[in-house]
């Protein structure tokens, strides 16, 4: 993860496209600036964060499913819950389902557990869209190559 | 009035919090309703799932987009109502 980024996505290790699943892995940094205000002397990962990489772990779904021809962009979470603290050091384990897939639309529902552990789950919406440049999709085939998405899998549906 | 108004009237009243009396045949969704884009897509999720379908939002607009349809023609209930009918028919054949 590079918080600062937004990078909060380590690497996709399973993705199903036919079942609408994937789940991938993060580790929360140990340091960063972000700590420093939330909160000073007890750093925790700010739950806007998880919310933010459960929606990017569904994401790479969507992207996924449509075949890297559209790009999800957030729009709602339902019944968002944020269970227990998540601290730096820790791996997050993602995983996110396809609700439904809509014509410009998509719900999935996505979850992080730490040690086996249910940390945060949520429904979440999202406009789904057709790339809005080739520069920008180009971006993207750059972030799925650094966290080994399988490109090989699109092909093979 | 038919089945289908009355099932995407309640999809709209426990969506959007609209009384129900107020959701006619002839109210269109977005400038008498004022259901937002937001709104609509769960509007459209309950819709998908209610009826078995995927309404085709993108392609509805495109059309009204480059001047080919209205937004009346898919947007007002009665007509909103048709084309689900018209999906529902063309999924069951």
Redesign the interface.
């Known amino acids: 993860m590079r918080l600062e980024y937004f990078q909060l996505i380590d690497r996709v290790v399973g993705l199903d496209l036919k079942g609408g699943k994937i789940q991938v892995e993060a580790t929360v940094p140990t340091t960063s600036t972000i700590f420093e205000g939330h909160f000073p002397g007890h750093p925790l990962m700010p739950g806007v964060l998880l919310m933010e990489a459960m929606a990017q772990t569904s994401g790479w779904l969507i992207i996924g499913i449509t075949q890297f021809t559209r790009m999800p962009f957030l729009?709602?979470f339902k019944e968002a819950k944020l269970r227990t603290f998540v601290t730096p050091g820790q791996t997050l384990a993602l995983a996110a389902e396809m609700v439904?897939?809509?014509?410009?639309?998509a719900?999935t529902k996505a979850e992080i557990r730490v040690e086996g552990n249910l940390v945060c789950n949520s429904e979440i919406?999202f406009?789904v869209v057709p790339f809005p440049s080739p520069e920008f999709r180009a971006s993207m085939e750059k972030v799925a190559a650094a966290i080994d998405f399988p490109m090989k899998t699109l092909a093979n549906g | 009035m038919s089945s289908t108004f009355d099932t995407v009237v309640n999809i709209i009243a426990e969506t959007c919090d609209i009384p129900r009396e107020t959701i006619k045949p002839e109210s269109h969704a977005i400038n008498d309703l004022g259901i937002d884009?937001?709104d609509f897509?769960?509007v459209?999720?309950a819709i998908?799932?209610t009826f078995g379908i995927?309404?085709?939002?993108?392609?509805w607009?495109q059309e009204v987009n480059e001047g080919r349809a209205t937004t009346e023609q898919y947007f007002v209930l009665e007509n909103l109502c048709a084309r689900i009918d018209e999906l529902v028919a063309a999924k069951k054949a």
């Open positions: 729009a709602a439904h897939e809509g014509s410009g639309y719900m919406t406009k | 884009s937001l897509l769960d459209a999720f998908d799932k995927k309404m085709p939002i993108e392609q607009t």
